[in-house]
């Protein structure tokens, strides 16, 4: 009998090969030993279970949260709740409830752009003492306002940028281009508004940064559309209408890159390039003249205090001449007091600290100051300060720039990378243009560094003898186009 065990156990696990089947049923019959048998516990039998109470059914009325139901609100919602509820403190009143925002028919790949540019292309939008991730929402609220041809070439503007941004150069950035300048034109058939006038300039100045960030070699464009914005806003009076925050965004953005294309102007001379309507308007898209005849700019009435600085920085632009024509004994002693005037409102001028707390940003303004102090100093050939004074100014900067983490603003680079004559002082100038060239929101500075480099070699052939207004002349009139250090 212990085989027949044996061989039923062996089949059992399969380890070797035992008698057929009715062989084993029939061997496991005669088996005495005991016969395996399943039970179950009985429901009373305790020696053998475990057993458990069922939970008993809780009091509907117990229940923490019997007859809650969720109700989805907004906070206009509960603001009216509160306010008709008699809760909300006296003198507060709802929100009024703003109408559906008339926009075009928008694509999935479109959307996807359009939310690139609010969280990455709108950063590289250059502005001053504004955050351009805020100047980005301003232009998508603009587009949004209305239905319109003007916000369609808006839309395309954006979304050309954002090709841009994150593809670089390619087909279909310039075919959204076309397609503003396209739109624009559609637009400009009939009056406009004050709202359609600020989705053109919001046009105009996206279309002036996509030039701007792509630093295209082939034509000065960037200047015609500063040059239509700016027409825009005086023919519509816009800088004269009362002043909402995307208006004055808006306003502030243009002025900024107006006096910083004067900055430039003062400096480029090409004889074939003389900025004349006939040599320009033909290769202008938008038929505009980018002249220096062109209406300038102003900033807005509420413009943040920051753009004082840059206030400052068109006057200086006016001011500051390496030759000024012959003027009289009392003429020149009265320009000399007008320079050292302008020289102590720039220094004694109180920069506000950034609202988020920004380092960097407090060091690029304060760049601003010690550049224009400089700018000023050289191209007045010292005659409002001592050298060692703008010396002073120089060590200042250089101590800033090597602690900055990047400077997306071009103007104090250059401005104040002319004024490294050691290669420890060049080395910090390029090693800052690298951490900032790796930032997403930077554009490139390959311009930027091409004039640094003739500068210093020109430094280094003349000894330092060398005419500095000369010398910013003619290494900024090698450039094709009109450079743009905003």
């Not at 809760?87 to 999935?108: F, H, R, V």
Request: aromatic share 6%; net charge neutral; hydrophobic share 40%.
């Amino acid at each position: 009998m212990a085989l027949a065990s044996a061989e039923v156990t062996c089949k059992t696990w399969g380890t070797r090969q035992g008698p057929g089947p009715d062989l084993i049923e029939h061997r496991v019959s005669e088996s005495q030993g005991p016969n395996l048998r399943l039970s179950w516990p009985h429901a009373g039998d305790r020696r053998r279970a475990v057993v458990g109470k069922s939970p008993l059914p809780r009091a509907a009325s117990r229940e923490p949260h019997a007859g809650t139901r969720i109700i989805q609100v907004s906070q206009r919602d509960m603001e009216m709740h509160y306010y008709l509820s008699h809760q909300a403190p006296k003198g507060n009143t709802p929100e009024t409830i703003s109408g559906p925002l008339l926009t075009p028919a928008i694509q999935a790949g479109e959307q996807d752009l359009i939310q690139y540019f609010q969280l990455a292309a709108s950063r590289s939008l250059a502005t001053f003492g504004r955050d351009p991730a805020d100047l980005g929402d301003v232009v998508i609220r603009v587009a949004l306002a209305r239905n319109t041809a003007s916000s369609t070439a808006l839309f395309h503007a954006l979304l050309a940028l954002s090709l841009l941004h994150r593809h670089g150069d390619n087909p279909q950035a310039v075919e959204r281009k076309i397609a503003a300048l396209e739109a624009l034109t559609a637009a400009s058939g009939r009056p406009i508004d004050a709202t359609e006038a600020m989705q053109h300039v919001a046009t105009n100045m996206l279309l002036c940064s996509l030039e701007i960030h792509k630093v295209s070699c082939s034509s000065g464009e960037w200047t015609c559309y500063l040059r239509s914005a700016k027409d825009i806003i005086q023919a519509a009076g816009l800088d004269e209408l009362p002043h909402d925050s995307d208006l004055v965004a808006l306003l502030d953005w243009v002025y900024y890159h107006d006096v910083l294309a004067r900055f430039s102007l003062r400096h480029w001379h090409r004889e074939s390039s003389k900025l004349s309507p006939s040599s320009t308007v033909a290769s202008s898209p938008s038929g505009v003249s980018p002249t220096t005849q062109s209406p300038r700019a102003e900033p807005s009435k509420s413009a943040s205090p920051p753009l004082a600085l840059i206030q400052l920085l068109s006057e200086v632009c006016d001011a500051a001449s390496g030759h000024p024509p012959s003027m009289t004994t009392a003429e020149q002693a009265e320009h000399k007091s007008f320079l050292k005037i302008l020289d102590w409102r720039i220094r004694s001028l109180e920069l506000p600290a950034p609202a988020d707390g920004d380092a960097d940003a407090s060091l690029v303004m304060e760049l601003y100051r010690l550049a224009m102090l400089v700018y000023l100093s050289r191209a007045s050939e010292n005659l409002r300060n001592p050298s060692a004074r703008t010396q002073q100014h120089i060590d200042k900067a250089f101590a800033m720039l090597a602690r900055l983490g990047s400077c997306d603003r071009q103007f104090p680079v250059f401005v104040l990378g002319c004024e490294a004559r050691s290669d420890d002082q060049r080395a910090v100038v390029l090693d800052l243009i690298a951490r900032t060239e790796k930032g997403s929101a930077s554009r490139s500075f390959n311009l930027v560094r091409l004039l640094l480099q003739a500068s210093w070699a020109q430094d280094e052939l003349g000894k330092g003898g060398m005419d500095y207004w000369d010398k910013l002349n003619c290494i900024v009139s090698c450039c094709k186009i009109l450079p743009a250090f905003v």
